[in-house]
């Protein structure tokens, strides 16, 4: 508007608007060129639907990129500088693969020397700011449209389905409606099992089948005679069963493998409409990611529905349209809802309904195939929602109340929508290594509290929590246990677990936000944030190295997980180290050792990597299964991990001697398997153990009674 659009550049706006350092390399951080993309494509979509008849059109044309202000009733338009950015073709490349953008900044950062610099930035240039408002009112535009399921909840009922045990899991109706399939435990030491529910008639759940085996994802066949689901049978393998309902013919349609780092991952499943083939996803090995096949009944063949892209934890959830020429599935475990051809991703590319999605729990077809209903936490509050979405996109509307925690969506035309209440609640428990010694409740949580980590000198326990209203960074004194909230990111985000600096003095942790994971340090002497990396895909597992000097982590950037370092204080770029896909690693006080867990059928491998040679050799091997994610801890020369021998609330405590190799048990951990897993932590000096303890956790069974008829 001044004539000065020569002095916007790429840089600056990066700085002033997305915080980012004065030595900003566009090279390596897009995020400027892929915000402004995804302005485009949301003014698109608005322009396409609700605002088509708008007098007032915003355009952002590609090449200048100067918006386009017209008034339709005039014929006039208005250009408002912006900076020249160049979409280059691995941007391009990375947002047509359904990767996410880089997350925003938006945390308070004004102590910071760098927020200093960027604010002298902000008060030499008032043209910078009239454009950068521009740039913001292109977004305040479109960001409401998303925003707007807040308002016009439907009425209705929910009313609760006796007769169900305590811990339910993937409804499912029958296809007349009468009866309800679901996984459940009827008590906390068993495996989930598959049981069948007369809803019509009343009366308890009846068990489908037999054995002790752990299984999940029960789904009719269309003529509501069968039941398939899915059985694990080893280590990383499920057979996928079907049998005849009120007979004993259990049948193995197929086997396949997920090599997952969660605990309670079971492979998507789902009965075609017409009755001839399942569909299911599967892995071909630990690095590669989680896909959706198509499995004929007739023949046992698997035909490839989707290829997800490398760098993405996979498509781990389906489910047919009514008619069985579309998929609904889910792409990554924090990731979106998209939908593909029955043809498969090859011939027809994907088509991604949701954006920004913290996590899809849960889908279902209604409306005669024109919606979907899906389980998800858009806001990130603590409590799950159900909300309804268009197949062919658009804006997702709540179905159920906010604050009531729903998930899990099954629907009939017969009986509505059955959904998932969870019931959650944990505590910090502290106790001895031995359980000759009674424990002692540390802190105690309605919300809930996860990932707990001592401090170097035991004296301090950081841990997350949503006690706030959404997930942010905590810290509690062992003598007070009046908790500390360290972070501030108001739901913009999701923090995950932490670690201590050596002398105690900073923590790291991952954040997630935008489908992206990136590293934050926290400073407790100055109570400062910084943003250590920036990518568009995930760093994940932060651990200091003995010295402090540098930060170990796990990375996708390369398209397949590794380990990389990067010095703490941020001082020089990350660096590559080892091709390993690891979720589970530690490093030895000495900074001689890399430790981390391979997990082998019926046995978990440790394995350690000198750090300088980069040679690794197998140290120990123990029975079962990893029981907790991300728990393995090194204090006084032990190494300690939890291991469990089979499905169920138990989990035992192993003890390594790193000098003599010797495995000996401690403490037993009860286990909470919704809607997190358990984290432990070990306090320095080897007395003290801490758990994120089960108060209270039931997944109960609801049926949502719509009065408005927006669910059919």
């Known amino acids: ?246 007979q004993q013919d259990l049948h193995t349609v197929t086997q396949v493998r997920l090599f997952g780092h969660t605990i309670d991952l079971h492979p998507a499943l789902d009965w075609s409409p017409d009755g001839k083939s399942l569909l299911t996803c599967e892995q071909s090995s630990p690095l590669t990611p989680v896909r959706l096949v198509v499995i004929s009944l007739a023949t046992g063949d698997k035909r490839l529905l989707t290829s997800p892209p490398s ?21 990554g475990g924090l990731g979106d809802l998209y939908t593909v051809s029955l043809e498969g991703e090859g011939a027809v590319p994907v088509k991604q309904l949701t954006s920004d999605n913290p996590g899809v729990r849960g889908i279902a077809w209604t409306d005669g195939g024109r919606s979907i209903l899906f389980g998800s936490q858009p806001d990130l509050s603590p409590a799950y929602r159900i909300w309804k979405i268009a197949a062919e996109g658009g804006h997702p509307q709540p179905v159920t109340p906010q604050g009531f925690d729903a998930s899990m969506p099954s629907f009939s035309t017969r009986q509505g929508l059955a959904l998932l209440h969870a019931q959650s609640a944990t505590e910090m428990v502290e106790q001895r290594l031995t359980n000759a010694s009674p424990s002692r409740t540390l802190l105690s949580s309605e919300a809930g509290a996860e990932w707990p980590r001592y401090s170097p000198d035991g004296n301090s326990i950081a841990f997350v929590s949503s006690r706030s209203g959404t997930q942010e960074l905590w810290l509690v004194r062992t003598e007070n246990a009046e908790p500390q909230q360290l972070t501030h990111f108001n739901g913009t985000g999701r923090v995950l677990w932490a670690s201590w600096s050596p002398d105690g003095q900073s923590i790291v942790f991952p954040f997630r936000r935008d489908g992206a994971t990136v590293l934050y340090t926290y400073s407790l002497q100055t ?155 070990i306090s320095p000096r080897r007395q003290l153990l801490i758990v994120a303890h089960p108060k209270m956790s039931k997944a109960l069974l609801y049926q949502w009674l719509e009065r408005s008829g927006s669910v059919k």
């Open 527 to 681: 109570g400062t944030l910084r943003q250590l990396t920036h990518t568009v895909h995930r760093h994940f597992s932060p651990v200091y190295s003995g010295d402090g000097r540098y930060i170990y982590y796990s990375s996708n950037d390369d398209g397949t997980p590794r380990i990389w370092r990067i010095r703490a204080d941020g001082s020089a770029g990350a660096e590559a180290l080892f091709w390993d896909g690891l979720m589970q690693f530690t490093v030895s006080p000495d900074d001689k050792w890399f430790y981390s867990v391979m997990e082998q059928p019926g046995n978990i491998e440790i394995v350690r990597r000198n750090i300088k040679t980069g040679e690794s050799e197998a140290f120990v091997t123990l029975p079962g299964q990893l029981a907790s994610l991300n728990d393995l801890t090194i204090a006084e020369n032990t190494l300690f991990l939890a291991t469990r021998e089979r499905a169920g609330t138990k989990a035992n405590l192993e003890l390594v001697d790193l000098k003599t190799r010797r495995i000996t048990k401690g403490a037993e951990i009860e286990l909470s398997m919704w809607p997190e897993p358990t984290t432990f932590s």
């Open 311 to 331: 760098l993405s934890s996979g498509d781990l959830d389906a489910k047919f349209s009514p008619d069985g020429k579309t998929i609904a599935f889910q792409r």
């Open 1 to 246: 508007m001044t004539g000065r659009a020569g002095e916007l550049k790429e840089t600056t706006i990066a700085v002033a608007l997305f915080q980012r350092a004065t030595d900003y390399d566009p090279k390596r951080d897009p995020i400027v060129r892929v915000h402004a993309m995804r302005v485009r494509e949301k003014l698109s979509n608005y322009y396409g639907s609700d605002g088509s008849s708008d007098n007032i059109r915003i355009e952002l044309p590609k090449g200048g990129y100067v918006p386009q202000i017209s008034d339709a009733s005039q014929i006039s338009s208005v250009g408002l500088a912006v900076p020249e950015i160049v979409e280059k073709a691995d941007v391009s490349a990375t947002l047509i693969k359904g990767h996410q953008a880089e997350p925003e900044n938006k945390t308070d950062l004004s102590s910071s020397p760098v927020s200093t610099a960027e604010t002298r930035v902000h008060g030499t240039n008032r043209f910078l700011w009239l454009t950068l408002s521009a740039i913001l009112l292109c977004v305040a535009l479109t960001y409401p449209l998303w925003r707007r399921s807040s308002a016009a909840i439907p009425s209705g009922e929910m009313v609760p389905i006796d007769g169900a045990p305590a811990v339910v899991r993937e409804p499912a109706w029958s296809p007349d409606g009468n009866f309800l399939a679901y996984a459940a435990q009827e008590r906390p030491d068993e495996p989930m099992h598959i049981y069948i529910q007369d809803v019509r008639h009343g009366g308890a759940a009846h068990r489908l089948t037999a054995g002790n085996s752990e299984e999940s994802r029960p789904v009719w066949s269309p003529n509501g005679r069968e039941v398939a689901f899915a059985r694990m049978v080893g280590l990383s393998r499920f057979d996928i069963m079907r049998t005849t309902t009120g």
